[in-house]
């Protein structure tokens, strides 16, 4: 167990729909990131949150969307489902500010396999 | 925007025998980070290199950073089935950049 926490594991859900991945960050970490993983795109970052605010975004679809709570957890939300978005949502935390990488890397949960039938 | 290249793509060798991963950036690194996944899991930190010619090791795996060629090199001694599964490189870029990841390189170990 990495200490970072993702539900659900796995996803079907139609296209069209709207879903949300929850993550919880390992305690004492203030920033979350959100990846997605596809077998022909590899491991794109989405967005980071640090301390409950935005503080980097990568290539974050407009229909996705995320938010951290002032519990750290955060959540992704996808809507409009496209059958494309089919891939693994990893979130990953780490104590790092200012988007930078720590000595320790990032933790990462073990995703959510999305899948858009 | 910064880039990582890593070679080979997909690497399948026997058990007990040794291999090298690269990873290459399309600029100047400031920290180079590898991971390790198991086919649909979540990644797994093995370490962090900062330095150039900085070398680390974790039990029969090693890493290199030739800063100067923006390259890194992971080495795995005596390779076992369990290290089988995909190795990534990851950068910070510049200051305010996003955390980049390589594509990957595929290990397969056969017994």
């Known amino acids: 167990d990495s200490g970072v926490t993702q539900t659900p594991k796995h996803l079907i859900t139609a296209t069209g729909q709207r879903v949300t991945l929850r993550c919880s960050p390992r305690s004492g970490d203030l920033s979350v990131y959100w990846y997605q993983q596809s077998l022909d795109q590899g491991l794109q970052f989405l967005i980071q949150y640090y301390n409950g605010e935005e503080r980097a975004k990568g290539n974050i679809l407009e229909r996705f969307s995320a938010q951290q709570f002032p519990d750290l957890h955060s959540e992704l939300n996808l809507s409009s489902l496209e059958l494309g978005d089919s891939a693994l949502y990893f979130c990953?935390?780490?104590?790092?500010?200012?988007?930078?990488?720590?000595?320790?890397?990032?933790?990462f949960g073990s995703g959510t396999r999305l899948t858009v039938v | 925007s910064q880039e990582l290249e890593q070679s080979p793509q997909s690497l399948i060798v026997q058990e007990g025998k040794n291999l090298t991963i690269n990873c290459t950036s399309s600029k100047t690194l400031y920290g180079l980070y590898w991971y390790k996944q198991k086919y649909g899991e979540g990644l797994i930190f093995l370490m962090m290199l900062q330095k150039g010619g900085e070398e680390k090791s974790h039990e029969k795996i090693t890493a290199k950073l030739d800063e100067k060629k923006q390259q890194s090199s992971l080495h795995i001694t005596a390779s076992q089935p369990s290290h089988a599964g995909i190795y990534l490189c990851?950068?910070?870029?510049?200051?305010?950049?996003?955390?980049?990841f390589g594509p990957g390189t595929r290990l397969s170990v056969l017994p």
């Open positions: 990851g950068a910070d870029g510049a200051y305010g950049q996003n955390f980049v």
């Open positions: 990953a935390s780490s104590v790092a500010t200012l988007g930078r990488h720590t000595n320790y890397g990032y933790t």
